[in-house]
């Protein structure tokens, strides 16, 4: 059965720390692009970040730049996303989403995933 999975949201102050797991099952990340994907409340989807297996790409949203990081570690079929000096405005539902055979821009910018976990809430409140 094909799955993502994701973990490690909560609650953070402000200025604070989380790191977000999507764990893939079922298939393998290889070829894929995969990256983390956020929606609050009102608000439209965005692409906050991610990476390429096929060309080696990243890619980042203007507005975590800087301050979030996509990481991958093969073995564990696991993509990350470490996200220092959080915001209240990174407050949102955390969603992870892989393509085939794409590069991370069009992943991101166009939200069109193959797979796509069931989210994971963020709240980052004082």
């Known amino acids: 059965q094909v799955q993502l999975v994701e973990s490690g949201g909560g609650l953070v102050q402000p200025g604070g720390s989380l790191r977000l797991s999507c764990a893939a099952s079922g298939f393998t990340l290889d070829y894929y692009a995969i990256g983390w994907f956020r929606q609050a409340p009102g608000k439209e989807r965005e692409g906050v970040s991610c990476?390429?297996?096929?060309?080696?790409?990243?890619y980042y949203a203007d507005s975590v730049k800087g301050r979030f990081t996509i990481s991958r570690d093969n073995a564990k079929n696991t993509v990350y996303l470490r996200m220092n000096s959080l915001k209240p405005e990174d407050t949102a539902a955390y969603y992870c989403?892989?393509?085939?055979?794409?590069?991370?821009?069009?992943?991101?910018?166009?939200?069109?995933?193959?797979?796509w976990g069931q989210g994971t809430q963020v709240t980052v409140s004082s």
């Open positions: 990476f390429s297996s096929s060309d080696g790409s990243t």
């Open positions: 989403a892989a393509l085939w055979d794409t590069t991370a821009q069009a992943l991101c910018v166009r939200g069109e995933g193959d797979h």
